[in-house]
């Protein structure tokens, strides 16, 4: 059972996945400024593990206010806020985290609660954060095993496995692993996700560990797969989803979407509901992320490209809704108009 972030006593710990998948190192982060560094330099990644490390960092910055006055914690709240919202900007669950967690904070503080109460109110939240995401997971796995078909070879595109979640099942692995648990025969088709090699390096070998047959291929080939029809469903995480339905997710996403609509293949987008920003109105608002040119430039220490080349590196695309065939949530499947459909999901949640 994979959980790629915890919280101890002392810090936030976190299985620094740069090093997977030759190395499973734990790194035990003892302020809000580690945890920034490790979500900023992708320790964890993939949005609700974003999420719930965020709420984490949150109440270890708290835990060590050293205060006792509940305006200044307030004061320092809004602080360590500031300085995790600047982390990575195209995922939502950071900012979803976030606000609850503010919003935590403002109600203990309306209960008259004091500073040492407030600490374990903000702690004892960020745990359930995480123990709801994970059995949010558990109903996207029921809901999305749903829908593949047995004997399906199936698609997916960067990581959005335990990894990328506070841990278990995930979310388009999740989708795989509850079709497994349903007696179905899935296996997986990873492209190895350029240029941080998420599916090469990490669903690869999350899939290795619970022995789901995982075949690894160059994101280059996904079309001459489909072609061939190799290929019988794309499950895709995403680090935000308009209200329309136009969905973010690591860049090459909207390439293999594009495929998929012209070989015939259903392509689903597994998310929780924290992922969906209904104040975005589409896809057009999300913000982009741009990260370091090295990230291309170079595997490690070794320079691939000339040097002085132009780079540009965009972290995620986005995939526009009539080309997603259902959104997975820990509500149920969310069908076209999405409009509608998410809109229902989240005035009911």
Known sequence: MIIPVKWTDECVEMLDQRLLPTEEVWLKLKTYNDVADGIRDMVIRGAPAIGVSCAYGIALGLKNFVGMNVEDMEEELDYICEVLAKTRPTAINLFWAIDRM??????????????????????????????????????????????????????????????????????????????????????????????????????????????????????????????????????????RIAANGDVANKIGTYMVAVLAKQHGIPFYVAAPMSTVDMNCPTGEEIPIEERDIREITHVKDIQLAPEGISVNNYAFDVTPNEMVDAIITEKGVARKPYVESLRKMAEDN
């Open 102 to 239: 503010k919003r935590t904070f403002a109600k203990a503080k309306e209960e008259g609660k004091n500073v040492s109460e407030i600490k374990q109110v903000m702690i004892d939240d960020a745990k359930a954060i995480h123990e709801e995401d994970i059995e949010s997971q558990r109903l996207i796995a029921q809901f999305g095993g749903e829908l593949l078909e047995d004997d399906s070879n199936v698609l997916t595109h960067c990581n959005a496995g335990a990894l990328a979640t506070g841990g278990v099942w995930g979310t388009a692995l999740g989708v795989i692993r509850g079709a497994k648990d349903q007696g179905k025969k899935v296996t997986v088709i990873a492209d190895e996700t350029r240029p941080y090699l998420q599916g090469a390096r990490l669903t690869a070998w999350e899939l290795l560990q619970d022995d789901i047959p995982v075949t690894l291929i160059t994101d280059n080939q996904s079309g001459h797969l489909m072609k061939k029809g190799m290929v019988q469903a794309v499950v895709v995480g995403s680090d």
